[in-house]
T-cell receptor, first 111, second 117 residues
Framework: GEDVEQSLFLSVREGDSSVINCTYT??????LYWYKQEPGAGLQLLTY?????DMKQDQRLTVLLNKKDKHLSLRIADTQTGDSAIYFC???????????FGRGTSLIVHP | EAQVTQNPRYLITVTGKKLTVTCSQN?????MSWYRQDPGLGLRQIYY???????DKGDVPEGYKVSRKEKRNFPLILESPSPNQTSLYFC????????????????FGQGTRLTVV
C-alpha cells in the first residue's frame, strides 16, 4: 500500500543548512508536497514539486526529487529559529485528490 | 480570505457525552477530510468526503461519524467519546472542480484540541 516515511526529529544550529528527507512507495505519485506546521497552528503548504521535475528552488528552499529511488528532500539554507516547526512530506497521484502524509519531522533550531 | 474554520479550538469533555466539531470552508472545494494528530504517529486520516453526500472511511474511523449535507460543511461527530480520542484534530479541504485539479493544495483548519476525561 501507499506509505510515506520521514524521520521524526532533526536538530540543527542556526545558520546551518537543514535537510529533511522523505521516502514514498507509490510509484504513480504525481505531486509531492512539503507542508509546515508551526506551533499551535494547522498545516500550511510550503512548496510542491511535480514528479517530472528533479529540483525546485524557492529562495532558501530547495526540493530534490529522485524518482527512481522514490526519495524527496527539503533543504533549508541558512536555517533560522523561525524555521523551527514540524515539516510534513505528502504525495498524491494524478487521479486522486487524497494526499498521503508522512508522520512529520520536528525541526529544532538552536543558537 | 480563503480559509477552513474549525470550532471549537479547545474542548474538554467527559466520557460518553456526545460532541460535534464543526468544519467549514469558503473555497468551493469538493474534497474535505478529517485527521487526528498524535505525538509520534503524525497525521492519521479519520474520514474524507469527495462531494456532498459522499463520505468514506480513512485509516482510523472507529468511534467517529461525519456528514456532508452541504458542500462547505463537514462536521465530525463523536457519539460516545472515550479517553483514547483525546487528540488534536484537523479538518482540511482541497480541489475546486471549476478551477481544475492542478497541484491541489490542501488547506487546513487551525485545529481542535480535544480532551476526554
Amino acid at each position: 500500500g501507499e506509505d510515506v516515511e520521514q524521520s521524526l526529529f532533526l536538530s540543527v544550529r542556526e545558520g546551518d543548512s537543514s535537510v529533511i528527507n522523505c521516502t514514498y512507495t507509490d510509484s504513480s505519485s504525481t505531486y509531492l508536497y512539503w507542508y509546515k506546521q508551526e506551533p499551535g497552528a494547522g498545516l500550511q503548504l510550503l512548496t510542491y514539486i511535480f514528479s517530472n521535475m528533479d529540483m525546485k528552488q524557492d529562495q532558501r528552499l530547495t526540493v530534490l526529487l529522485n524518482k527512481k529511488d522514490k526519495h524527496l528532500s527539503l533543504r533549508i539554507a541558512d536555517t533560522q529559529t523561525g524555521d523551527s516547526a514540524i515539516y510534513f512530506c505528502a504525495e498524491r497521484t494524478g487521479g486522486s485528490y487524497i494526499p498521503t502524509f508522512g508522520r512529520g519531522t520536528s525541526l529544532i533550531v538552536h543558537p | 480570505e480563503a480559509q477552513v474554520t474549525q470550532n471549537p479550538r479547545y474542548l474538554i469533555t467527559v466520557t460518553g457525552k456526545k460532541l460535534t466539531v464543526t468544519c467549514s470552508q469558503n473555497m468551493n472545494h469538493e474534497y474535505m477530510s478529517w485527521y487526528r494528530q498524535d505525538p509520534g504517529l503524525g497525521l492519521r486520516q479519520i474520514y474524507y468526503s469527495m462531494n456532498v453526500e459522499v463520505t468514506d472511511k480513512g485509516d482510523v474511523p472507529e468511534g467517529y461519524k461525519v456528514s456532508r449535507k452541504e458542500k462547505r460543511n463537514f462536521p465530525l461527530i463523536l457519539e460516545s467519546p472515550s479517553p483514547n480520542q483525546t487528540s488534536l484534530y484537523f479538518c482540511a479541504s482541497s480541489f475546486d472542480r471549476l478551477r481544475g485539479q492542478g497541484a491541489t493544495e490542501a488547506f487546513f483548519g487551525q485545529g481542535t484540541r480535544l480532551t476526554v476525561v
